[in-house]
Every structure is written in C-alpha cells, then in structure tokens.
C-alpha cells in the first residue's frame, strides 16, 4: 500500500502486448512505490525486458494503461523521457571515447549547462569510483567498470525513477557488489530502482518487493520472505544443551522431528511468521524447557522460482 511518504514511483494496470498470436503480457498490473526497489523475476521469454522496453516508451503497449514518475505513458511520452534513466542489458558506452568524455556527452544531450555538466561529470566519477580511469578510453575498461560508467551515464540528468534491466549480467562477483553497493545508495537519495534479473540472489539482496512473471502473467508478488513463506518445507531448528532437555522438547512438540545433522537438535515444521514463532516459544515456556538456539529456514527464492514458474526445457534461468 503506498502512502503520502512513498507515492507510487510507476502504475500499471492491464497492461498487454502481442506480437501476432504470441502473447507476451497478459494483462499486468504493479504498483512501485517510490524510493525503493522492485524487482521482475522471470524466466527468458517471460516479458521482463517487453515490460521495461513499454514503461521506458521504446515500444507502444498492446492494451491497458501505465504511468511513471505522475506522468501517463500514453498521452505525456515526453515528460516520462525527462524523469527516467534506462540502463539495458548492453552497454551504451562509446568505446572510442574516455569515461569522462562518455560522460559529458551525456550532459550535452541532456541540455546541462557546460559548468554544471562538468561538476556533475566529476561527481559521478567520483561516486563510481572512476576518477583514476576518467581520461582512459572505455575500451580499456574491464567489465565492471563499463556497467558503472554505463550506470553513471544513465544517472547524468539526475532522474528519480532507474530501469536496470539485468544490469550484473557476466559480471564478477566482486564487480556486482559493487553495482549493489551503488543501486543501494541511489535508493537511500530516494530514486526509484525497476530491476529485472536472473540472478535470484540479487532480487533477496535488493528488492523491497517482488514480482514473479510467467508466460507474461504477474503469478505472486510480495517480499522475498513473504514469497519463501508461500511454500511447504519451511521450518524452525531447536538446538538443546543436552539430551535430556531435547526429549522434553520432543514430548511438548509432538509434530517435531530430529535433526539427522545433529543430535541435540529438533525440527519443527513452521513457515517462520511471528506469530507462529511467538507460538511455539510460548509452548516452550509453557513446559519450561530451555533452548539453546532457534533458527528459522524457509525455502529460498530458488524454490519459490522453480514452484512458481515451473522448470521449462527451453529456457535457462541463471540461479547464482
């Protein structure tokens, strides 16, 4: 539910697209609060990148309705263009010029006066940590360093709402913690960040909330504790100092099992909710038995992604 706080950053309502007989969405609908994070899961071929390429005013929707930043998709492409920063699968980096010349470019094409373009062609270097390698030419840059200059590039006008569409792909893990480090600190100035990914562990690091498309239909939606809670298989490890008090334990929670790992520790099936939590530690209470340690495991967003989607034979989905 979005608030006076946090308005909605982007608004979609039945929005549809086909090419021919090929439905790509069907019918989809979201509500991006503004400054915070919302990530499309999906499958390839899923309608992510349509979905990016409609709300970014590259392609025209088949159907429905959709507005970013306050401005309506249809009627004011324009005023949605001024508010936007795109950031694609590709780079958009000339690699005959220099980061800093990437750079000011940009500010040409964004109508920056020369001054001002200059100070925030150095802010942004500075940000992305690329003062040292600004009068290099991009061709020299490794691949982490394109996609922040790429990033850079996309940030010169400023804009309050980012499309990021699987920005880390082929990226080291080093370089793509340093692009989360990045989009983190963008959210925190109060931009919007629209991030498609594969990599289902980027979605469970940034996204404040998540979205699951299938075949072009929008097939769960929440946090990514909220959709790990969605499946069977959740459950809480209680790890006892000795076997008498695991015994104890046992007794009082008759639906619990041992741990095969661990002598001293029982399973308890459970979905990790605070109310379920409060439950079972009050029948703990209840019956005086001490525990050492309790940790909660939910199914994670690989689960949820393969129970939801399915795990069809003509796509792969990059799970790292």
């Known amino acids: 539910m979005t608030t006076h706080e946090h308005p909605s950053a982007i608004t979609v309502s039945g929005l549809r697209k086909s090419y021919g007989d090929h439905v790509v969405l069907a019918g989809l609908d979201l509500d991006v609060p503004s400054g915070t994070v919302y990530s499309l899961l999906g499958a390839n071929g899923a309608g992510k990148t349509t979905t990016v390429k409609i709300l970014t005013t590259l392609i025209a929707a088949g159907g429905g309705a959709a ?170 490890r209680l790890r006892f100092t000795d076997p008498d008090a695991l015994d104890d334990a046992h007794r009082v929670l008759p639906q619990s099992t041992r741990d095969e790992d661990d002598a001293l520790c029982l399973r308890v099936p459970g979905d990790g909710s605070p109310r379920s939590l409060k439950s079972l530690i009050d029948r703990l209470d209840e019956w005086s038995v001490d525990v050492e340690e309790l940790t909660v495991h939910t199914p994670d967003l690989d689960d949820v992604f393969l129970a939801l989607t399915g795990n069809p034979t003509d796509e792969k989905v990059t799970v790292r």
């Open 67 to 236: 507005s970013v930043a306050g401005h309506d998709l249809a009627t004011e492409p324009d005023a949605v263009r001024a508010a936007i920063g795109v950031t694609g699968q590709f780079s958009a980096v000339d690699n005959l010029l220099t980061g800093r010349e990437n750079l000011l470019l940009m500010a040409d094409l964004n109508h920056l006066p020369r001054a001002g373009g200059q100070r925030r062609v150095t802010e942004l270097l500075d940000l992305f940590d690329l003062t040292d390698a600004a009068g290099k030419p991009a061709a020299t840059y490794s691949g982490g360093m394109r996609r922040r200059l790429d990033l850079a590039m996309t940030l010169v006008g400023d804009p309050r709402v980012i499309f990021l569409d699987e920005p880390t792909t082929g990226l080291d893990p080093r370089s793509r913690r340093a692009m989360w480090r990045i989009v983190r600190e963008l959210v925190a100035g109060g931009v919007t960040i629209f991030l498609t990914t594969q990599y289902l562990d980027e979605a469970d690091e940034l996204a404040d909330r998540i979205g699951v498309l299938d075949h072009g239909r929008l097939v769960a939606e929440g946090t990514a504790d909220e959709l790990k809670r969605r499946l069977p298989g959740g459950h809480v």
